[in-house]
Antibody
Framework: EVQLVQSGAEVKKPGESLKISCKGS????????IGWVRQMPGKGLEWMGI????????RYSPSFQGQVTISADKSISTAYLQWSSLKASDTAMYYC???????????????WGQGTLVTVSS | QSALTQPASVSGSPGQSITISCTGT?????????VSWYQQHPGKAPKLMIY???KRPSGVSNRFSGSKSGNTASLTISGLQAEDEAEYYC???????????FGGGTKLTVL
């Protein structure tokens, strides 16, 4: 059974750093893209970026480029999303999801993690 | 403002059919058969309902169907049931460095 299990909720202060995780199981972790999606309170889904754990090829949405860092450790089948200096506006639910590649293009998300709630408040 | 435009809300009575539209541009929906649809219940992670415009994943009811014409994709739900009440999001591949775009979401209310 394919599963993506994310790390638990975080409460941080502005300016602090944070790294959240997404552990895959039940499939070949290195053979599928893992994407990150933000959902701010009461708002819609936003695609942040993606990583291919097999070779750590990473792509970012222009909206998130330079704001976050996506990485992966294939030895433990885990992808990460990190911030070096959090802002209150980073308060959101963050989902990881396995993203398929169709005809060489990034396509649909077939499996999702349960989400990690990040709260940034002074 | 989201890259793909969806109606904020739609509603229907049990047993009826509804359609949710998703309008993009020639840089995304119009150029690729890579539209997907997700259902999200409150407090839950999104769930894939339709991929590659009109394909249904295993386990998704055949009451859900997808289509596309030009720059607009559509999700149709037939035989509405109370459990279909949720938020629905469309998604598409987009060129020019954006890669992936979502719609703003549509709240479906089953009356």
């Amino acid at each position: 059974e394919v599963q993506l299990v994310q790390s638990g909720a975080e409460v941080k202060k502005p300016g602090e750093s944070l790294k959240i995780s997404c552990k895959g199981s039940g499939y070949s972790f290195t053979s599928y893209w893992i994407g990150w999606v933000r959902q701010m309170p009461g708002k819609g889904l936003e695609w942040m970026g993606i990583i291919y754990p097999g070779d750590s090829d990473t792509r970012y949405s222009p909206s998130f480029q330079g704001q976050v860092t996506i990485s992966a450790d294939k030895s433990i089948s885990t992808a990460y999303l990190q911030w070096s200096s959090l802002k209150a506006s980073d308060t959101a639910m963050y989902y990881c999801a396995r993203q398929m590649n169709t005809y060489g293009y990034l396509s649909y998300f077939d499996y999702w993690g349960q989400g990690t709630l990040v709260t940034v408040s002074s | 403002q989201s890259a793909l435009t969806q109606p904020a809300s739609v509603s229907g009575s049990p047993g009826q059919s509804i359609t949710i539209s998703c309008t993009g541009t020639s840089s995304d929906v119009g150029s690729y058969k890579l539209v997907s649809w997700y259902q999200q219940h409150p407090g839950k992670a999104p769930k894939l309902m339709i991929y590659e415009v009109n394909k249904r994943p295993s386990g998704v009811s055949n009451r859900f169907s997808g289509s596309k014409s030009g720059n607009t994709a559509s999700l149709t739900i037939s035989g509405l049931q109370a459990e279909d009440e949720a938020e629905y999001y469309c998604c598409s591949y987009a060129r020019r460095g954006t890669f992936v775009v979502f719609g703003g979401g549509t709240k479906l209310t089953v009356l």
